[in-house]
């Protein structure tokens, strides 16, 4: 629980610092994509320190990629 309270409080730092300094310069987008990330690893990181089960976000990437990779394996003649 210590853990979940650390992510909260250095979030919220991170946050209060720059965030504010984004919307008052008009920087909505970068303000909105720096939202959304921070928010993505404060999921992340409670899921990681409560120790909750959740698959590997690096599997997201690899089915991403996968089938440029065999595509690639292929024209190359190589077997992956």
Do not use: C, H, N, Q
Not at 51 to 74: E, G, I, M, T
């Amino acid at each position: 629980m210590i853990g979940f309270l650390v992510i909260l409080l250095i979030a919220g730092v991170m946050i209060f610092l720059t965030l504010p300094a984004m919307l008052r310069r008009r920087e909505l987008r970068d303000a909105a994509v720096y939202s959304l990330l921070t928010l993505g690893g404060i999921v992340f990181s409670t899921f990681a320190a409560l120790l909750l089960p959740f698959p590997s976000p690096l599997r997201l990437v690899v089915a991403a990629y996968k089938p440029f990779a065999d595509w690639l394996f292929s024209a190359m003649g190589w077997k992956g």
